[in-house]
């Protein structure tokens, strides 16, 4: 039986889609999700779900506090409301799809940032997310001419921290669950609000302007 290719001291017994061979059960039960960049459909990640979001939601805020801090001092209160909006819409959207991975996440907001290129590219049928980001976009910026720089710029950071906090596996969902984690154990009302109004279809609302400081607190809705 071959070693466990994270610790490379155990015995691998378990088969580990993300590093492509064999893990031992003490390192998949720590480290998945976590440091491991899991696929959505490994059979592993279907008992104690909320458990490992919790994990990574921790691991999420750490990083998204920084994220957030460099946000604020170098774009603003505009800029960190914008990243308000992706989060509280990817939430609504992906709370209870289990089976989703961050690469859905990436490629809406890269057709997003799209839509702010001078250059034209003609585009097939939108995937769902990316059909819904568009649709709670122009609803958000409704009778609001947007700075189309300042977009773009906040989209561009947002898809290098989301793509960095997913890693390198082609169907992590490590992203969406450090960001469901999170809400759901640091801002359960928010967490509830946002399902709800993944039932009805109802409209985020975020706060006029972010507050400046090192962890913003969660849109209002």
């Keep these: 039986m071959s070693k466990c290719l994270y610790c490379h001291e155990r015995k691998g017994k378990r088969p580990c889609p993300a590093l492509g061979g ?3 059960s003490q390192c998949c039960g720590t480290y998945r999700v ?3 960049a899991c696929h959505s ?3 592993y990640l279907d008992t104690n779900v909320e458990y490992q979001q919790k994990r990574v939601g921790d691991q ?9 801090k460099d946000l604020l001092e170098q774009s603003g209160d505009k800029a960190a409301e914008m990243f308000y909006f992706l989060e ?3 939430f609504k959207h992906f709370q209870a799809k289990s089976d989703a991975q961050d690469g859905e996440v990436i490629a809406a907001i890269q057709a997003l940032r799209r839509s702010f290129s001078p250059i034209h590219v003609p585009e097939g049928m939108a995937p769902p997310f990316t059909q819904a980001l ?9 009778g609001e ?7 773009s710029e ?8 989301i793509s960095e906090f997913s890693g390198t596996g082609l169907r992590s969902n490590r992203f969406l669950s450090g960001l469901i984690g999170f809400l759901k154990s640091r801002h359960p009302d928010v967490a509830e609000k946002l399902t709800k109004l993944g039932t009805t279809g109802g409209r985020i609302i975020l706060p006029v302007s972010a507050p400046m400081e090192d962890q913003p607190s969660p849109p209002r809705m």
């Design 34 to 36: 976590v440091s491991i």
């Design 154 to 161: 906040v989209l561009d950071r947002g898809l290098t921290f």
């Design 88 to 90: 509280a819409v990817t």
């Design 41 to 43: 459909d490994c059979v």
């Design 134 to 142: 568009k649709k709670e976009y122009d609803a958000f910026m409704e």
């Design 60 to 68: 999420f805020e750490q990083e998204r506090r920084t994220f957030y």
């Design 22 to 24: 064999a893990i031992c």
């Design 145 to 151: 001419k947007p700075d189309a720089q300042l977009v």
